[in-house]
């Protein structure tokens, strides 16, 4: 079972910042994409960003222009850098990714136990 870590959740302010992080284990094989998913209380979880292994990134709509997703391969960890943030913002936020975690192994897909992030004043 390959865990995923993330961190950099919390209480910000309209109009702050946050950097969620997520690292996974460093034996794995590959990892072809890696992703912030997110979900408000009832609501359906959403895309937020994906990168792939070469860098290509899509971002959701509403966060276009607020966010950053990039990703250190060396150390098989993801970002999301945020900006501008708005009280919609708040939800749950997940990290993701698609992986084989050894040679021959399929492509599996791995969440995050989740991270908190509250935009209040």
């Known amino acids: 079972q390959v865990q995923l870590v993330e961190s950099g959740g919390g209480l910000v302010q309209p109009g702050g910042s946050l950097r969620l992080s997520c690292a996974a284990p460093?034996?794995?094989?590959?990892?072809?994409?890696m992703g912030w998913y997110r979900q408000a209380p009832g609501k359906h979880r959403e895309l937020v960003a994906v990168?792939?292994?070469?860098?290509?990134?899509n971002y959701v709509d509403s966060m276009k222009g607020r966010c950053t997703i990039s990703r250190d391969n060396a150390k098989n960890t993801v970002y999301l850098q945020m900006s501008n943030l708005k009280a919609e913002d708040t939800a749950v936020y997940y990290c993701?990714?698609?992986?084989?975690?050894?040679?021959?192994?399929?492509?599996?897909?791995?969440w995050g136990q989740g991270t908190q992030v509250t935009v209040s004043s």
């Open positions: 990168i792939s292994s070469g860098g290509s990134t």
């Open positions: 993701n990714a698609v992986l084989s975690h050894q040679i021959g192994a399929p492509r599996t897909n791995y």
């Open positions: 460093g034996n794995i094989f590959s990892i072809y994409v």
